[in-house]
């Protein structure tokens, strides 16, 4: 079992709508990041947060950390969102270590 | 600023060959770090460093080295090529303190 797991592995939607991601973790972290890799390969960061929540533009992240659950959401949903979007914790043990999940597949379609 | 670049963009070995993937960062960071990315599966760490002159071990660091000179370099060295080392492979560097980590384009290498 990945010490990260996220869900869905792939989303499809229509531009407009309201996306969540969903990202649950096994292990005590001192922070967890929001990272897109768009299709090309690149990959961004997105958000770093190890309580509440942060707002960029049209993304949100929020954390749980007694449930061990964060969730990314995106408003008003566009083409351009179309990306993997990959949830990394931050081991509390080892704050080099980062554990990944495998990552939600997001399709917006116009 | 150019980030973190990595060279090559692409390339085919055959196994049994070795093969050097360069990493240079121009923000000063001190850490870095090499990860992996196969189909389907979450990114892996290789190997990290915290400074120049010290490397440590990550997740799944068997059939690869590194070396960290300077501030700015972290090459990843493949000695004998193995199929299974056909992956996506990712640089990253981040300041110290709990940054964000800044990801470099990625080497897509494959092992016939």
């Known amino acids: 079992k990945n010490e990260v797991e996220q869900s869905p592995q792939n989303l499809t939607a229509q531009e407009g709508e309201f996306i969540t991601i969903n990202c649950s973790y096994s292990v005590g972290i001192s922070a967890l990041h929001w990272l897109q890799q768009h299709p090309g390969g690149g990959i961004v960061s997105l958000f770093m947060l190890s309580s509440g929540k942060k707002k960029h533009g049209r993304l949100i992240a929020t954390i749980n950390i007694q449930e061990k659950h964060s969730s990314l959401h995106i408003t008003a949903s566009h083409p351009r969102d179309s990306a993997v979007y990959i949830c990394?914790?931050?081991?509390?043990?080892?704050?080099?270590?980062?554990?990944f999940g495998a990552g939600t597949r997001l399709t917006v379609k116009p | 600023n150019a980030g973190v670049t990595q060279t090559p963009k692409f390339r085919i070995l055959k196994i049994g060959q070795s093969m050097t993937l360069q990493c240079t960062q121009d923000?000063?960071?001190?850490?870095m770090y090499w990860y992996r990315q196969d189909p389907g599966m979450g990114l892996k760490l290789i190997y990290y460093?915290?400074?120049?002159?010290?490397?440590d071990k990550g997740e799944v660091p068997n059939g690869y080295n590194v070396s960290r000179s300077t501030t700015e370099d972290f090459p990843l060295r493949l000695e004998l090529a193995a199929p299974s080392q056909t992956s996506v492979y990712f640089c990253?560097?981040?300041?110290?303190?709990?940054?964000?980590?800044?990801f470099g384009p990625g080497t897509r290498l494959t092992v016939l």
């Open positions: 923000m000063n960071h001190n850490y």
């Open positions: 460093s915290v400074g120049a002159g010290i490397t």
């Open positions: 990394a914790v931050r081991w509390g043990g080892n704050n080099n270590d980062m554990r």
């Open positions: 990253a560097s981040r300041p110290t303190g709990d940054g964000e980590q800044f």
